[in-house]
């Protein structure tokens, strides 16, 4: 019987393709470590992978497959999107269609703008990569920017469809290789579009690569017109106020106009619940009636559909409740489009 047992333990082995050294993982995951914070929804990964251990590799984020890849090098980078919150991660690595090995670990992308992963949980970390030497990275990758990486930036120098057609090289860029999947979007932020990683990111702050904080004093660098028109108003819409840019927009990159995280609405009533059904514009006038807020065309911008940011400015007003148009109150207000 014990024989047949031991038989049994090595037949297994085998078939896994595991080592008999107990805990040992066939891959490894290079970068990030276990319980890593985040700040953004693209995770940049680095597995090594030892010749002929596997021939492919699936990564799932929350249980869902995002890449499968050919395991065709030693060292496997790639990015993976992330949600806010708590990410589990599985890595599966395959040989001759066989589960050879299965790493789980788990990542916390906190934000800002949803308040529920403002704060991580206990026993997740920080984990900044230029902080330590990467010496498994250096081999393929240089890990410290070049003058190239700093351009001269110009707000006017990025127009919409010029970012759009993505005719912008990337070629001089030391970031590239390794960031690439952060402007992987249809509207990209200028100095990102051209790769002046350097024009916001500072080399010799701690951590390294570090944004001056408020935001503002790397936005208003170039956004000199908008601070200007901006500052002259009476109020300040809340981020505004505590320059606190990247909670709207993103610095890179986003899959909506403006860069902003979400679509317009749906960024508002993120923190603006209580206006989601349109009530409070026609409630002085009584009655059940519900003003239109959404999937309808905006009058006063034929290209744009009906949004908060038809009624409201966004970053800063004369008016208290933030009207735009330059209106002294409500009714007014609602006789720029309701002319008859």
């Not at 108003?233 to 993103?250: A, D, L």
């Not at 899959?255 to 508002?268: A, G, I, M």
Request: glycine share 4%; charged share 25%; hydrophobic share 35%.
């Amino acid at each position: 019987m014990r024989i047949k047992i031991l038989f049994f333990i090595i037949v297994l082995f085998i078939a896994t393709g595991l080592s008999a050294e107990e805990g040992r993982h066939v891959i490894t995951v290079n970068y990030p470590p276990d319980r890593t914070i985040m700040e953004f929804g693209i995770l940049s990964m680095s597995l090594n992978v030892p010749k002929g251990s596997a021939d492919s590799i699936s990564i799932l984020v929350n249980d869902k497959e995002k890449l499968r890849i050919v395991a065709d090098s030693e060292f496997e980078c790639f990015s993976v999107p992330l949600a806010a919150g708590i990410n589990r991660i599985n890595i599966t690595a395959q040989r001759e269609k066989t589960a050879v090995d299965s790493i789980e670990m788990t990542v916390f992308r906190r934000s800002d703008l949803e308040s529920a992963y403002k704060n991580p949980p206990p026993g997740f970390e920080k984990d900044y990569f230029h902080m330590k030497n990467r010496d498994q990275c250096s081999a393929c990758h240089i890990l410290k920017p070049a003058d190239t990486d700093k351009k001269p930036v110009s707000v006017s120098a990025f127009p919409a469809e010029k970012l759009r057609s993505r005719d912008m090289s990337a070629a001089d860029s030391t970031c590239y290789s390794c960031h690439k999947n952060l402007t992987a979007y249809p509207f990209i932020h200028g100095p990102s579009a051209v790769w002046s990683c350097l024009s916001c990111h500072d080399p010799k702050a701690a951590p390294v690569y570090a944004v001056r904080k408020p935001d503002t004093k790397v936005c208003f660098g170039c956004h000199i017109e908008q601070k200007e028109e901006w500052e002259r108003k009476k109020y300040f819409h809340g981020p505004f106020t505590t320059g606190s840019c990247t909670i709207c927009h993103s610095p890179h990159a986003s899959e909506n106009p403006s860069n902003l995280h979400k679509p317009t609405l749906d960024l508002c009533l993120n923190c603006h619940v209580d206006k989601g059904n349109g009530r409070h514009i026609v409630a002085a006038v009584g009655g059940s009636y519900f003003h239109p807020i959404r999937g309808k065309p905006d009058p006063l911008r034929k290209d744009r559909e009906l949004s908060c940011v038809s009624c409201h400015d966004p970053h800063a007003s004369d008016s208290p409740r933030l009207w735009r148009l330059n209106v002294g109150s409500g009714f007014e207000l609602c006789r720029k489009c309701h002319t008859d």
